[in-house]
């Protein structure tokens, strides 16, 4: 066929094919803001020509196919570089938060509070006798547990945010999953009809959303239905099915369709799931541990001090502050319960016994031997309490285990009793006499019985004949000499699905505490490096991406005038097909 | 490359975001006067700032220990020196009152001189600082030397101890700042005990006794000797103290300076890097609100 008909028939064609090149336009014009949105594009081809008089004529142009611009390989890799970026976003914040914690800044941080209760033993020692000193050291004491127990505490809160965070983003999550599912399933209907292009883009970005909360591989299929999985290759999606992820108690659990569930938290390294997840169970725990370390190191050097030591007067009872599993355990022992068990070791301390005008009683101390792993609780406390009657005084005095499996020594009459030269450490590891109490950043406190009695606060020592001197200011010099000595606290390293592993570090507790803060900044800081070298590839990504699959106004516009001139000129076509008739009409009727 | 209207505006809103920051980074220097502003600025900077801040607070305390020496060392030298004169006016008037042409009335009168300078001893050896006793040993709270009987004394008990009351001024560097009583007033109540050689003279010049009151001379020479030993030993002390105080305020301008090299600012560099930063912010905006302007749509 030849002729006017078939330039009208082209003109009818080549009308519809350009106006449906605008309307594709149109769409993309309109979705230029819309994320995820892939730019179509128009493919027109000519239709293929028939023969006429031994030619082959062309038969105008069709719209063949609407096509979405994309490019999986760049989707790809932009999505794991999503889940990247948004594990160490979230890792940048926390450790922000975390280094403003231990801020150093302001004149309440660790290391100030650390130098100031130093400093207050040796303003006890410039004046033993003094009230002023003694509330001082009280105080110093005090405001050091409080900053140890408040770091230690906001650390803690700190996790639970996390865990908080973590089922509500579970939920997003598995919305997400379900959501690609039954996208995928509306895919694969559609597909039989034509390209679901919006419907894809909708898919792919809900995996985009996704990939910003967790770690995933997606694989599209020739179908249309996507496989989506998770860590060591846990399904997420597979075809029109998700799989839900959920809590038991803190640890991130995978559904499988049977009723069994895989614990798969520490496969999860990326998203803000990952960065939380490292935050929670790597930095916080590591400084968490850390810091116990340092409160332990400290509680103990000055306990294992004050215990050698006497106040401005003997004690007229003393309970122990740290409670054993029971009376009749080795106390050198595990099984004894002491916090500090393994501090004891077979020695022996002195202790020595005062009546009521202040004067020694029996003009000599008791030895009291200690054999770290025979010695119990009963047995000290039988040793004990015969020591009145052996220095002759009369039962003044008594030594017994209570209820709670502490030491509690009591004098009566007036009579007091002082300790000296324990070279067995099993004072301050029962808490008699000691300074601190608890065992880590989160239970160290000052000792109540000190907090009521300032006079208790040792600075002095019972000197060989059993004198206790105002002026005495020995073991308050030892005790501020103990910020110069170098003393082993051990330092651990977290890692996620690994046994947490320590090692030691020999030096002054202040040095371990400033490099300790240091870590916590190195920690941030590269944190902080992480995040913008993320920030640069993402950001190279996506203009990749964009320069495949994003719309650009100007190239949209210039193609529209293209196609508006080429739907004009078709236009003419009819034009000129009508008058071509016409033409032929008109001869007919000559 | 094609570039998508999403490109520009994603570029603008991250270079923004990076001048900004920029920025306000360079203006927390300058406010805060540090280059130090949080852990991580700089984390080995860091550390050395927190041992010599810990170092200049020990270094402060030292200072106060050291005041503290210096007030006990200068009570005690104030004390001793006064002690000093009052013995060498006591041996003036023992070889005055040893010659043979003074009366027995004479020697009445000059007892009751020396008892005089007795009393003024005593108090002397109980002399305090901030309410404690400097010549009782650790023994602060109780009056170091009291008389058996006060109208009529014939003994001096000391009531302190014999460990002298020490302070710290350096790591494992103790100095004794109070005394040991009885190793400056006289040891042995027989021999060379400086309140005895008073009583004893008192109480022989109180009798006429001329023999007692000559022997009474050598005793105080020893004990001015032994006074005089006490006053080099603590000018000595006290020195020993102003070489370190001197020592001390060396090291914390040295520290000082380290610390503020490491944490503090250079003003002038960071009123530039902030004036840079804002340039290079206007930049961004001016060039970032002309791209904004341009699109084809506005010429169809």
């Given at each position: 066929?030849s002729?006017?008909g078939?330039?009208?028939?082209?003109?009818?064609?080549?009308?519809?094919?350009q106006?449906?090149?605008?309307?594709?336009?149109?769409?993309?014009?309109?979705?230029v803001?819309?994320?995820?949105y892939?730019?179509?594009?128009?493919?027109?081809s000519?239709i293929?020509?028939?023969?006429?008089?031994?030619?082959?004529?062309g038969?105008?142009?069709?719209?063949?196919?609407?096509?979405r611009?994309?490019?999986?390989?760049?989707?790809?890799?932009?999505?794991?570089?999503?889940s990247?970026?948004?594990?160490?976003?979230?890792?940048?914040?926390?450790m922000?938060?975390i280094?403003?914690?231990?801020?150093?800044?302001?004149?309440?941080?660790?290391?100030?509070?650390?130098?100031?209760?130093w400093?207050?033993?040796?303003?006890?020692?410039?004046?033993?006798?003094?009230?002023?000193?003694?509330?001082?050291?009280?105080?110093?004491?005090?405001?050091?547990?409080?900053?140890?127990?408040?770091?230690?505490?906001?650390?803690?809160?700190?996790?639970?945010?996390?865990?908080?965070?973590?089922?509500?983003?579970?939920?997003?999550?598995?919305?997400?999953?379900?959501?690609?599912?039954?996208?995928?399933?509306?895919?694969?209907?559609?597909?039989v009809?034509?390209?679901a292009?919006?419907?894809?883009?909708?898919?792919?970005?809900?995996?985009?959303?996704?990939?910003?909360?967790?770690?995933v591989?997606?694989?599209?299929?020739?179908?249309?239905?996507?496989?989506?999985?998770?860590?060591?290759g846990?399904?997420?999606?597979?075809?029109?099915?998700?799989?839900e992820?959920?809590?038991?108690?803190?640890?991130?659990?995978?559904?499988?369709?049977?009723?069994?569930?895989?614990?798969?938290?520490?496969?999860?390294?990326?998203?803000?799931?990952?960065?939380?997840?490292?935050?929670?169970?790597?930095?916080?725990?590591?400084?968490?541990?850390?810091?116990?370390?340092?409160?332990?190191?400290?509680?103990w050097?000055?306990?294992?001090t004050?215990?050698?030591g006497?106040?401005?007067?003997?004690?007229?009872g003393v309970t122990?502050?740290?409670?054993?599993?029971?009376?009749?355990?080795?106390?050198?022992?595990?099984?004894?319960?002491?916090?500090?068990?393994?501090?004891?070791q077979?020695?022996?301390?002195?202790?020595?016994?005062?009546d009521s005008?202040?004067a020694?009683?029996?003009a000599?101390?008791?030895?009291?031997?200690?054999?770290?792993?025979?010695?119990?609780?009963?047995?000290?406390?039988?040793?004990?309490?015969?020591?009145?009657t052996?220095?002759?005084?009369?039962?003044?005095?008594?030594?017994?285990?209570n209820?709670?499996?502490?030491?509690?020594?009591?004098?009566?009459?007036?009579y007091?009793?002082a300790?000296?030269?324990?070279?067995?450490?099993?004072?301050?590891?029962?808490?008699?006499?000691?300074?601190?109490?608890?065992?880590?950043?989160?239970?160290?406190?000052?000792?109540?019985?000190?907090?009521?009695?300032?006079?208790?606060?040792?600075a002095?020592?019972?000197?060989?004949?059993?004198?206790?001197?105002?002026?005495?200011?020995?073991?308050?010099?030892v005790?501020?000499?103990l910020?110069?000595e170098d003393?082993?606290?051990?330092?651990?390293?977290?890692?996620?699905?690994?046994?947490?592993?320590?090692?030691?570090?020999?030096?002054?507790?202040?040095?371990?505490?400033?490099?300790?803060?240091?870590?916590?900044?190195?920690?941030?800081q590269?944190?902080q490096?992480?995040?913008?070298?993320?920030?640069?590839?993402?950001n190279?990504?996506?203009?990749?991406?964009?320069?495949?699959?994003?719309?650009?106004?100007?190239?949209?516009?210039t193609?529209?005038?293209?196609?508006?001139?080429?739907?004009?000129?078709?236009?003419?076509l009819?034009?000129?097909?009508?008058?071509?008739?016409?033409t032929?009409?008109?001869?007919?009727?000559? | 490359?094609?570039?998508?209207?999403?490109?520009?505006?994603?570029?603008?809103?991250?270079?923004?975001?990076?001048?900004?920051?920029?920025?306000?980074e360079?203006n927390?220097?300058?406010?805060s006067?540090?280059?130090?502003?949080?852990?991580?600025?700089?984390?080995?900077?860091?550390a050395?700032?927190?041992?010599l801040?810990?170092?200049?607070?020990?270094?402060?305390?030292?200072?106060?220990?050291?005041?503290t020496?210096?007030?006990?060392?200068?009570?005690g030298?104030?004390?001793?020196?006064?002690?000093?004169?009052?013995?060498?006016?006591?041996?003036?008037?023992?070889?005055?009152?040893?010659?043979?042409?003074?009366?027995?009335?004479?020697?009445?009168?000059?007892?009751?001189t020396?008892d005089?300078?007795?009393?003024?001893?005593?108090?002397?050896?109980?002399?305090?600082?901030?309410?404690?006793?400097?010549?009782?040993?650790?023994?602060?709270?109780?009056?170091?030397?009291?008389?058996?009987?006060?109208?009529t004394?014939?003994?001096?008990?000391?009531?302190?101890?014999?460990?002298?009351?020490a302070?710290?001024?350096g790591?494992?560097?103790?100095?004794?700042?109070?005394?040991?009583?009885?190793?400056?007033?006289?040891?042995?109540?027989?021999?060379?005990?400086?309140?005895?050689?008073?009583?004893?003279?008192?109480n022989?010049?109180?009798?006429?006794n001329v023999?007692?009151?000559?022997?009474?001379?050598?005793?105080?020479?020893?004990?001015?000797?032994?006074?005089?030993t006490?006053?080099?030993?603590?000018?000595?002390k006290?020195?020993?103290?102003?070489?370190?105080?001197s020592?001390?305020?060396?090291?914390?301008?040295?520290?000082?300076?380290?610390?503020?090299?490491?944490?503090?600012?250079?003003?002038?560099?960071?009123?530039?890097?902030?004036?840079?930063?804002?340039?290079?912010?206007?930049?961004?905006?001016?060039?970032?609100?002309?791209?904004?302007?341009?699109?084809?749509?506005?010429?169809?």
């Amino acid at each position: 066929m030849s002729g006017a008909g078939m330039v009208l028939s082209v003109a009818k064609g080549a009308l519809l094919a350009q106006r449906g090149a605008i309307d594709i336009i149109s769409h993309n014009i309109a979705n230029v803001n819309t994320p995820g949105y892939s730019k179509q594009t128009a493919i027109l081809s000519a239709i293929e020509g028939s023969p006429y008089s031994g030619k082959i004529f062309g038969r105008g142009v069709s719209l063949e196919e609407i096509l979405r611009n994309t490019d999986s390989f760049v989707e790809n890799r932009l999505r794991e570089r999503r889940s990247e970026l948004s594990a160490m976003q979230e890792k940048e914040i926390y450790m922000s938060t975390i280094e403003g914690l231990f801020s150093e800044n302001t004149e309440n941080g660790l290391s100030t509070q650390l130098v100031d209760f130093w400093n207050a033993w040796y303003d006890v020692s410039n004046n033993p006798a003094g009230i002023p000193e003694r509330e001082i050291i009280n105080e110093r004491g005090v405001l050091l547990s409080q900053a140890f127990q408040s770091l230690s505490t906001d650390l803690y809160a700190m996790q639970q945010e996390v865990n908080h965070t973590l089922s509500s983003t579970l939920e997003n999550i598995n919305a997400l999953t379900a959501k690609i599912a039954e996208l995928s399933e509306q895919i694969v209907g559609m597909q039989v009809k034509g390209e679901a292009n919006d419907l894809k883009d909708r898919r792919s970005e809900y995996l985009t959303q996704l990939a910003g909360y967790i770690n995933v591989k997606a694989y599209e299929h020739e179908d249309g239905n996507m496989t989506v999985s998770t860590g060591r290759g846990y399904l997420l999606v597979c075809k029109a099915e998700n799989y839900e992820l959920s809590l038991e108690g803190d640890q991130i659990v995978w559904e499988s369709s049977g009723t069994g569930t895989v614990n798969i938290t520490d496969t999860i390294t990326g998203g803000k799931l990952g960065g939380w997840l490292d935050i929670r169970d790597e930095l916080i725990p590591k400084y968490q541990a850390d810091m116990d370390e340092m409160a332990k190191a400290i509680i103990w050097q000055v306990n294992q001090t004050h215990s050698q030591g006497v106040g401005l007067n003997g004690f007229t009872g003393v309970t122990g502050t740290d409670a054993a599993t029971g009376a009749a355990i080795a106390l050198g022992t595990a099984g004894s319960g002491l916090d500090f068990y393994d501090k004891i070791q077979d020695g022996s301390f002195q202790i020595w016994l005062y009546d009521s005008s202040g004067a020694l009683v029996g003009a000599t101390s008791t030895a009291i031997p200690i054999d770290a792993d025979v010695t119990t609780l009963n047995a000290l406390a039988a040793d004990l309490t015969t020591i009145d009657t052996d220095l002759g005084a009369a039962d003044v005095f008594s030594a017994t285990v209570n209820a709670d499996n502490r030491l509690v020594l009591t004098a009566t009459g007036g009579y007091t009793f002082a300790f000296s030269g324990d070279t067995s450490n099993v004072l301050a590891a029962l808490g008699v006499n000691t300074f601190f109490t608890g065992d880590s950043a989160a239970t160290i406190a000052m000792n109540p019985a000190l907090a009521l009695d300032k006079n208790l606060i040792a600075a002095g020592r019972v000197s060989a004949t059993g004198e206790i001197a105002a002026g005495d200011n020995s073991n308050a010099l030892v005790m501020s000499n103990l910020q110069y000595e170098d003393t082993s606290i051990r330092r651990w390293i977290y890692e996620r699905g690994e046994t947490a592993v320590s090692g030691n570090v020999v030096g002054t507790i202040g040095a371990y505490l400033s490099s300790f803060e240091s870590s916590i900044g190195i920690a941030s800081q590269s944190a902080q490096r992480l995040r913008e070298f993320n920030q640069s590839i993402f950001n190279t990504l996506r203009q990749a991406r964009d320069s495949v699959s994003g719309v650009s106004l100007d190239e949209e516009m210039t193609n529209l005038i293209k196609y508006q001139h080429a739907y004009t000129a078709a236009a003419k076509l009819v034009t000129t097909a009508d008058q071509m008739l016409e033409t032929l009409l008109n001869l007919k009727t000559i | 490359m094609r570039i998508s209207n999403n490109s520009v505006y994603e570029n603008i809103k991250y270079n923004l975001e990076l001048a900004t920051q920029a920025m306000i980074e360079a203006n927390n220097v300058v406010s805060s006067n540090k280059k130090i502003n949080h852990l991580s600025d700089d984390p080995v900077g860091l550390a050395n700032v927190l041992d010599l801040r810990a170092s200049l607070a020990d270094i402060a305390q030292i200072g106060r220990n050291i005041g503290t020496g210096q007030s006990w060392l200068s009570a005690g030298e104030n004390a001793l020196t006064q002690i000093e004169d009052l013995l060498a006016q006591t041996k003036t008037l023992t070889v005055e009152m040893s010659s043979a042409t003074k009366t027995a009335s004479q020697r009445q009168n000059a007892a009751a001189t020396v008892d005089g300078y007795l009393r003024q001893v005593a108090s002397l050896a109980n002399t305090q600082v901030n309410g404690r006793y400097i010549f009782g040993g650790t023994v602060t709270n109780t009056q170091s030397f009291t008389f058996d009987n006060e109208t009529t004394p014939t003994l001096m008990t000391y009531n302190g101890n014999n460990t002298a009351f020490a302070i710290r001024i350096g790591q494992n560097s103790d100095i004794e700042v109070g005394r040991d009583g009885a190793d400056v007033f006289g040891t042995n109540w027989d021999d060379d005990n400086i309140f005895k050689t008073l009583i004893d003279l008192k109480n022989n010049l109180q009798t006429n006794n001329v023999g007692g009151v000559q022997s009474a001379m050598n005793m105080l020479d020893d004990n001015l000797n032994g006074v005089r030993t006490k006053i080099a030993n603590t000018g000595s002390k006290i020195l020993r103290l102003d070489v370190k105080q001197s020592i001390i305020d060396d090291m914390s301008i040295n520290y000082t300076e380290r610390k503020s090299k490491i944490e503090d600012a250079d003003i002038a560099e960071a009123i530039m890097n902030l004036k840079a930063k804002e340039l290079a912010y206007q930049a961004v905006l001016s060039s970032s609100s002309k791209v904004m302007d341009l699109s084809l749509v506005n010429y169809l």
